[in-house]
Structure formats: structure tokens, C-alpha cells
């Protein structure tokens, strides 16, 4: 081989073992997106803002969305912690007691829905805490955001919850979406409920709205209102999927304002996608069921006020402690 053909032949062994190179180093491999997100709401309330979600969005960022309804979150937080769930619906102290113990658990996407809490009775003498006094209140969910509210409000108050004779007792055996028909059958005579189950008792026309949590609670503690529910997502989901998640938080909040300006279509939605209500009732309920869509960032201080309250006064419904940086999903 003379020099010439010598210098063309390094030449060219040189150019190919280059573009050989290039795709190693001129591109970044590319995570797949899941196949399918699974979401789950709870029956109620927190389901009810997601009925359009149910109806009209079966795809997000080329990925297929499947949807479950759980009876209860004791019910959708072990499906979560198993995988089964990817993103899910929670009361925000429930979330934050999840995260603190299994810090790889879970993030907190965004608030859904703020305070929507009151106590309806059948005794027309009920005008204050005050006349509870030597009473049971029935409340909806033990271990619970209504059952913490409440008892977080008597104990700045002053109020005993234990078994004296003036103490306010506190039983949880009845469901929440029971209790509307056990006040028209006289079975209870008070219970502290969110919506739609209070529009529900309500309109058997033997009870009243007595107290708004709302208002107790900024007469307690200075704050407006409390988050009531908020939009989970597993950690590693949310880890190797943003993009896939973020997704689906703006369908979210589409959801969400399109069931504040039309509740009658919403209601529809409600009662087809069996989310707990019927439709002239949850037509009735959605103007009271302060839903909302904050995002985790926007909603930190507003989700720590109310976990402040509730390590002072019940430590154990949020784990002992604040949740750190990383429980906030961006």
C-alpha cells in the first residue's frame, strides 16, 4: 500500500469510528411513559370534582388513564402503597402521616377541595358549642379530617371529648354516607358531615345546618378555611414520570373548574360514573363543596397551617412532625 492509499485508509477508518460515536454522544435516552396511570377517588365529595375526568379523559400524554372509586382512604392507601394506585385522593393529614413515615411513599400533587364541614342536628336548640354539652356527635370518619377539625375546635375551646357528664361525646360508627337517613329515622340526633352529606340530610327537611365548621374554625385559629382534600401521587411514579403527572394535574383542574361553572352537567356526570350521589342531589351540593384546585406549591402554607394545628392538639394524625420538602411535588 503506497502513502497515498495509506492516508485515505486512515482517513476513512477515522470518519467511521467518529459517526459511530455520535449517537452515543449526541443523544439522551428517552424514559418511556407508563402504559397506563391508574387514579382513584373517594366516594363523595372528592370524587364528584373528577366526574368530567371520568367522562371525557381516558388518555393523558399518550398514556391510557384508568379510574377506580374506594369506599373509604383506608381502602385506597393500601392499593397506593402497593402500586395498584398511582394517583389517588386523600385528606391532606392523612397524606402528610403517610409520608413522614414512609418518606418514599407518596407526594403531595395539589389541593382539591377545601373546608366543607357542618354540624347538622334535628334539635333546634342548637345554636353554639356550648349546647353540645352532655351530647354525641356523630362524625364522619374516624382517624379523619372531619373527625381532627372537630375535635381540634373543642379542645381550643375548652371542651371535654371524654365520658363526664358535660363532656361532647364523639362516636364514629356510623358511615358518612349513612348518616343522612339515620337523622331523618331519628336514630342520631347530631352529626358532623362534609357535602354532599349534609345537602343530603338537609333535604329530608327534619334538620338544619347548626354550626359551619368553617366559621369555628376561624374564630379558633385566624384561618379562613382548611384544605379538606388533595391529589397524591406515588413517589416513584411521580419520580420517572413529571411529565406523564403533570399532564394529568392540568386535566385535574379542568375538571375542577368546569364542575364549579356547571354543576347541573356535572351533577349528570356524578350520578352516570357512580361517584355516590344522584343527580338532583349533587346538583344541590356542588355549590357547597368549596372545590379548588391549588397546586402543591401554591398550597404549602396552607397545608402546614392546618397541620400545625393538628400537631398540637392530635400529634398522631400527622405523624409527629411537618412533612419536608420533598412531600411537595413541582
Known amino acids: 500500500m503506497n502513502s497515498i492509499s495509506k492516508k485515505i485508509f486512515c482517513f476513512l477508518s477515522i470518519f467511521i469510528i467518529g459517526v459511530s460515536f455520535v449517537p452515543a454522544f449526541g443523544s439522551k435516552e428517552k424514559v418511556a411513559e407508563p402504559q397506563t396511570v391508574n387514579m382513584a377517588v373517594l366516594n363523595g365529595p372528592s370524587g364528584m ?32 402503597l402497593k402500586g395498584e394506585i398511582d394517583i389517588g385522593i386523600l385528606p391532606p393529614n392523612a397524606a402528610a402521616k403517610i409520608y413522614v413515615k414512609q418518606p418514599e411513599s407518596i407526594v403531595l400533587a395539589a389541593v382539591s377541595g377545601l373546608g366543607m364541614l357542618s354540624l347538622v342536628t334535628t334539635d333546634k336548640t342548637i ?15 374516624q382517624g379523619s379530617t372531619p373527625e381532627y377539625v372537630f375535635r381540634t375546635i373543642l379542645e381550643k375551646n375548652g371542651y371535654d371529648t371524654g365520658d363526664g357528664k358535660d363532656s361532647i361525646k364523639l362516636d364514629f360508627s356510623i358511615p358518612a ?15 358532623v358531615m362534609p357535602e354532599p352529606f349534609s345537602t343530603v340530610a338537609v333535604s329530608k327537611g327534619n334538620c338544619y345546618r347548626a354550626l359551619d365548621l368553617q366559621d369555628l374554625w376561624k374564630e379558633s385559629f385566624g384561618k379562613d378555611t382548611f384544605p379538606m382534600t388533595a391529589v397524591v401521587v406515588r413517589k416513584e411514579f411521580a419520580a420517572k414520570y413529571p411529565k406523564t403527572v403533570r399532564a394529568f394535574l392540568s386535566e385535574a383542574k379542568k375538571a375542577i373548574l368546569w364542575t364549579q361553572q356547571y354543576p347541573k352537567q356535572a351533577a349528570v356526570l356524578v350520578e352516570k360514573h357512580t361517584l355516590g350521589l344522584k343527580t338532583p342531589i349533587a346538583e344541590k351540593s356542588i355549590p357547597n363543596c368549596a372545590f379548588s384546585y391549588i397546586s402543591a406549591k401554591e398550597a404549602r402554607p ?19 412532625k411537618l412533612p419536608d420538602d420533598s412531600f411537595y411535588f413541582e
Not at 130 to 141: D, I, P, Q, R, S
Not at 302 to 320: K, M, R
Open 302 to 320: 396552607l397545608i402546614e397551617e392546618l397541620l400545625n394545628v393538628f400537631l398540637a392538639y392530635a400529634p398522631e394524625s400527622v405523624g409527629g
Open 49 to 80: 370534582c373528577f366526574a368530567w375526568l371520568f367522562e371525557n379523559v381516558q388518555q393523558v400524554n399518550n398514556t391510557a388513564v384508568s379510574y377506580e372509586v374506594c369506599a373509604s382512604p383506608d381502602v385506597l392507601i393500601p392499593k397506593m
Open 127 to 141: 345554636k353554639s358549642l356550648e349546647n353540645l354539652k352532655g351530647k354525641t356527635v356523630f362524625v364522619a370518619g
Open 177 to 191: 354516607s349513612e348518616m343522612a337517613a339515620a337523622i331523618a329515622s331519628g336514630k342520631i340526633e347530631c352529626a
